[in-house]
Structure formats: structure tokens, C-alpha cells
């Protein structure tokens, strides 16, 4: 009970929190060839508690939620190593999805989905949809 209570208490500072992750770039490329870049850094989510953080948009519109998953999990596959260096046992992937245009203003239209990332005994991650 107490990690969920931390993991939504983590949600939520780091899904209002403003300052865009810039500190560590990477472009990675997708089974279908498509290009991202994400950014990921260390950061502090609070009084006692870090997490390795990973934000990305992707300007393709993406109609199965399957396929943000899937590309979660490339993109989690391509920052696992980065992810140890930092010695955490806790990641947040917030990604950003384009799904269409404003009809009146024409301006672009996102959908936030949020991951999370707990290292296991055996040293591997897991990876969840949150939202």
C-alpha cells in the first residue's frame, strides 16, 4: 500500500512539474524505422525520493494505445543501462502522443500516457502503464 501511495504521490509532482527534462538526449529508432528523441535525467520528486526520468513526444499520430506500449518498452530497452548508472530503483516515462488538430484553432493535440519503472530483485525492470 505504501509504494502505490508513493508511486501515485510521484505521479502526480512529476505530471505538474514544468521544467522540461533536458540534462541527457538520445534519439532511438523504432522496429518501424520511426525516429524519437527522448530525453531522460535523475531528478528529485520530492523530500527524500529520486527517480530516473524519461519524457519523449512524438509528433506521429498513434491510434492503439498497444503501440505507445510497445514503444515504451523500446524506448525503456534503449535506457535500461542509463537507468543503472544511477544506482535508483524507481523510473517515470512520461510520453506525449499526437492524436489529431484542433478544428478551429488548428493547433496540435496530445495525449499524456505515464509509465513506471520499479528494478526487481533479480535486477531487471518493470515496466507499467499508470494511466
Given amino acids: 500500500m505504501k509504494r502505490i501511495i508513493l508511486l501515485l504521490t510521484l505521479s502526480i509532482v512529476l505530471i505538474s512539474c514544468s521544467k522540461k527534462v533536458s540534462d541527457n538526449k538520445k534519439e532511438i529508432t523504432f522496429s ?3 525516429k524519437v528523441e527522448v530525453n531522460f535525467e535523475q531528478k ?9 526520468v524519461v519524457e519523449y513526444q512524438n509528433e506521429s499520430r498513434v ?17 535500461e543501462s542509463e ?6 530503483d524507481e523510473a517515470v516515462i512520461k510520453t506525449k502522443y ?3 488538430r484542433d478544428e478551429k484553432s488548428g493547433e496540435p493535440i496530445y495525449e499524456d500516457f505515464l509509465f513506471t519503472g520499479e528494478k526487481i530483485e533479480n535486477g531487471t525492470w518493470k515496466i507499467r502503464k499508470v494511466n
Fill in 32 to 34: 518501424n524505422g520511426q
Fill in 98 to 100: 499526437f492524436i489529431g
Fill in 44 to 52: 528529485e520528486a520530492g523530500k527524500d525520493l529520486k527517480v530516473f
Fill in 83 to 88: 537507468a543503472d548508472k544511477t544506482d535508483l
Fill in 63 to 79: 491510434l492503439k494505445e498497444e503501440t505507445v506500449e510497445k514503444q515504451v518498452l523500446e524506448i525503456w530497452k534503449n535506457l
